[in-house]
Nanobody, 115 residues
Framework: QVQLVESGGGLVQAGGSLRLSCAAS????????MGWYRQAPGKQRELVGVITRGGTTNYADSVKGRFTISRDNAENTLYLQMNSLKPEDTAVYYC?????????WGHGTQVTVSS
């Protein structure tokens, strides 16, 4: 059974930092791309950043220079280091994994940034 377990969300003041983790298990195919997406209330889900198996990253313009995505291929774990957080970063953050022909989503973790 495939599981993506996200952790690390919470409430933080503007300017603060949080680190999200996503542990993937039960996936048979080799994991290729892993990424983070977010969805704020009343808005569509949007890309935060993705990372390939080889470590190539791509970020949304809104988080460049503030967020860093990384992964541990041996542990099938994805991370998102979020610095200089802003109130507009408030959203539910979702882990996304592409493995073989399949795409998997986590259940999300809430990040709330107070002003």
């Amino acid at each position: 059974q495939v599981q993506l377990v996200e952790s690390g969300g919470g409430l933080v003041q503007a300017g603060g930092s949080l680190r999200l983790s996503c542990a993937a298990s039960g996936i048979i195919y080799r994991i290729n791309v892993m990424g983070w997406y977010r969805q704020a209330p009343g808005k569509q889900r949007e890309l935060v950043g993705v990372i390939t198996r080889g470590g190539t990253t791509n970020y949304a313009d809104s988080v460049k220079g503030r967020f860093t995505i990384s992964r541990d291929n041996a542990e099938n774990t994805l991370y998102l280091q979020m610095n200089s957080l802003k109130p507009e970063d408030t959203a539910v953050y979702y882990c996304n994994v592409v493995a073989g022909p399949y795409t998997y989503w986590g259940h999300g973790t809430q990040v709330t940034v107070s002003s």
